[in-house]
């Protein structure tokens, strides 16, 4: 460093010799000029002060002697501080005023570098860069400075000679400079030889580059951000010449169109070819010819296989130079659904007219308050006047007082759930004072400016409300005679019975043949019970007694009381399935219900016949259950009766489960064989069926529903106390 340590004796003489004669002079050149020619000034400076004239005399020596000193003080500090002659064993470079205006007034960073690969001098922008003093570089290598690709940059011990011819510059390199205080940026160098001194030197001239580095990243950023968007636009973007020639395109339009690249469609076709009507084309440019630009312009283009497509089109005509002419660059976005569901609303507002003013039923439109915002033409002919007199008007006074809470209710159900139908219904004052009495379902939506309204459809049902009072007495008399009829009919007799067997018995009550009479009593006795008991299991009200049984075994256990139950000429035959699913039912109540089935099924085959009786796992779907069916899908045993009697028409087969429906005569049954069968698998679960033909035998099958539980007791444990009690008898 320098500093007055370095200063010689010798070096002061001559800038002390020279202040001394500039004082000298500079004393007899200012009293020759107060004296003589600036007395005016003496006396200013004295009258301004307020002062003698020798005070001020003296304040202007004074002044002029300051200002001589200061410029030999320069020179003497000049001669003090003057660049040492060498550094580190190397002579020091002397450059004249004009090289060192040069080095520091350029904008780049400047080193000069020895042929060893030392730094010699640096300019203050170098400093600056590099984060130090331009002292601090001189001596150390350059190569500390810059790398390239994480690589030191090789600039010393004459290899930098080897990169350029003398006399010639190297061609700039983007290189990483590291600087002094740790801080490395983007820098562009080049170097070039000079004779400095007799001996080879290089000018390493750097030029940072960080703003334009960070210039080009927010380019590549922003041309990254505008392919992006540009590739990943919903709307098809294209920009073509006046004449058709497709200039470039993004993905979305290529996919709206069927292509399968940009380069196929710029290769294939042509914008004329994409119109579907020309017309539309030739309106279109000359449009862009008048007013530059066009917006939601909807057209028809042809896709690649021939199919249409709506859009809209947003299109600038721009003049890019005499050798292109006029661009055209705009923006396709596809509107076929839009276009398609406009259609649909269209033909749903034709259709909804065409229903509502045609139909028969009342279109009514409520706001929330029972405002009427629109009556179908209909109305008028039920309430008795017009709609364009019942738009406008609250429907709640024509509503009966009775019915008034109620329909209010429904209505506040709907307008609190929109979407849902809630069906009601009331009793309507015409504008005569007719009462009518009205179904309707109605549903509540909200419009485009989000108020409710509610949709109400009502249909007159006065006629068949009077109609189906009329249906119904008639049925429920018919229901009732037949029941009454049937069951005095057949009461009459078990007490004709049981009044004869008593008579007897009064008069041979000492005789032994009085036992076998009271039996027949007992037995008719229990024939009437029995009757009243199926009559309970057609309404399912009687009282059963559910268990887990195995139905294999409780068939096997019945099969003799079967057999005795059947004529000789009847054989009876069995297929019951292995690992049979329990099931959980009344196995008193099933005997029965099987017996009737048998005995049904032996009247059916007067001479001769078979009786198959057969079980099996069966799972049902839903759509394989009964039509009049209530129950649910699963797991079922089923019981089938086969026989190979005369069979039933599909009337009869209808029919059969009616109560005291029969086709036998008046005095050969009570028809309630199947009904109480009917009832009693539908209390507990099951479903029946029943195929038959004529001529061709019927087949009954019951599914009972399968149970998780174990068989709690084996079926013989529960046969039926009237089956206990016939076999008692007929024993």
């Not at 002697?65 to 500090?77: F, H, N």
């Not at 984060?131 to 790398?147: C, D, H, I, V, Y």
């Not at 006629?463 to 009072?469: D, I, S």
């Not at 032994?512 to 027949?520: D, E, I, N």
Request: glycine share 8%.
């Amino acid at each position: 460093m320098n500093n007055f340590s370095s200063i010689k004796r010798s070096d002061l003489f001559l800038p002390a010799l020279a202040v001394a004669v500039t004082l000298a002079g500079s004393y007899w050149i200012l009293e020759l000029l107060l004296v003589n020619y600036l007395p005016a000034s003496r006396l200013a400076l004295s009258s301004l002060l307020d002062i003698d004239a020798v005070t001020a005399k003296r304040i202007l020596v004074s002044a002029l002697i300051g200002v001589a000193g200061t410029a030999a003080a320069m020179i003497v500090c000049r001669r003090a501080y003057r660049l040492p002659t060498s550094c580190g064993g190397h002579p020091l470079i002397r450059l004249d005023s004009r090289d060192e205006v040069l080095l520091e007034a350029t904008f780049d960073g400047i080193l000069l570098i020895s042929e060893q690969g030392k730094v010699r001098k640096a300019n203050a922008t170098a400093g600056t860069m590099f984060g130090g003093t331009p002292s601090l570089f001189e001596g150390l290598a350059a190569s500390t400075f810059f790398s390239l690709d994480d690589e030191p940059i090789q600039i010393e011990d004459g290899r930098v000679v080897q990169q350029f011819e003398p006399g010639r510059c190297l061609e700039p390199t983007r290189v990483t400079a590291l600087g002094l205080n740790g801080r490395s940026f983007p820098a562009q160098i080049r170097a070039s030889e000079i004779a400095l001194n007799g001996t080879r030197h290089f000018v390493l001239c750097i030029q940072e580059l960080t703003a334009e580095v960070q210039a080009e990243v927010a380019l590549q950023r922003a041309e990254s951000r505008y392919r992006n968007l540009f590739g990943n636009m919903l709307e098809g973007v294209y920009k073509s010449t006046a004449d058709g020639k497709i200039l470039t395109a993004n993905a979305a339009l290529v996919r709206l169109l069927g292509f399968a690249s940009v380069d196929e469609l710029k290769s294939t076709i042509t914008t004329p070819d994409l119109y579907r009507y020309p017309e539309r084309r030739k309106q279109l440019v000359d449009h862009l010819a008048r007013m530059k630009s066009v917006r939601n312009y909807e057209i028809e283009l042809v896709r690649k296989d021939g199919t249409f497509v709506t859009v809209i089109a947003n299109i600038r005509a721009i003049h890019s130079d005499a050798e292109s002419g006029t661009i055209y660059e705009g923006t396709i976005s596809n509107i076929s659904d839009v276009v398609a569901a406009r259609t649909a609303l269209r033909h749903g507002e034709e259709l909804f007219r065409a229903m509502t003013e045609h139909a028969l039923d009342i279109v009514t439109v409520l706001a929330q308050n029972g405002d009427s915002i629109y009556i179908s033409p209909s109305a008028g002919k039920l309430s008795g006047m017009g709609p364009e007199y019942a738009v406008g008007r609250n429907v709640f006074p024509a509503i009966h007082r009775d019915d008034l809470e109620s329909v209010k209710a429904v209505l506040h159900k709907a307008f609190a759930d929109p979407g849902s139908p809630h069906q009601f219904t009331f009793r309507f004052f015409r504008g005569d004072g007719q009462v009518l009495f009205l179904e309707s379902v109605g549903s509540a939506y909200r419009t485009y400016d989000g108020e409710l309204r509610a949709v109400v459809h009502s249909r007159d049902i006065s006629e068949r409300l009077r109609t189906e009072a009329k249906l119904q007495q008639a049925q429920k008399m018919q229901a009732v005679g037949q029941l009454t009829g049937g069951i005095a009919h057949d009461f009459n007799n078990l007490l004709t019975v049981i009044v004869g067997n008593l008579q007897l018995l009064e008069k041979q009550v000492e005789k032994p043949s009085a036992v076998t009479q009271v039996k027949t009593a007992l037995r008719a006795s229990m024939q009437g019970a029995e009757l009243t008991r199926r009559l309970l299991a057609f309404s399912r009200r009687q009282f059963l007694e559910p268990k887990v049984i195995d139905v294999n075994e409780l068939l096997i256990g019945m099969e003799p009381i079967v057999r005795r139950s059947l004529s000789d000429s009847v054989a009876v035959h069995r297929n019951y399935a292995e690992d049979i699913w329990p099931t959980k039912i009344d196995p008193a109540q099933l005997e029965d219900a099987l017996l009737n089935l048998a005995l049904n099924a032996a009247n059916a085959m007067p001479c001769e016949g078979d009786l198959t009786l057969s079980t099996h796992n069966q799972t049902l779907a839903t759509g394989d259950l009964p039509s009049d069916s209530s129950g649910d899908a699963g797991d079922y045993v089923c019981v089938t009766v086969a026989d190979t009697g005369c069979g039933m028409s599909e009337l009869v087969v209808e029919r059969s489960i009616e109560p005291f429906f029969s086709t036998k005569g008046d005095h050969d049954g009570s028809g309630l064989g199947l009904s109480m069968v009917y009832g009693f698998v539908r209390q507990s679960g099951g479903h029946m069926t029943i195929d038959s033909k004529p001529a061709a035998g019927a087949r009954i099958r019951l599914f009972l529903p399968r149970s998780k539980e174990p068989i709690t007791e084996t079926a013989q444990n529960h046969y039926n106390l009237a089956t206990r009690k016939r076999n008692q008898l007929d024993d």
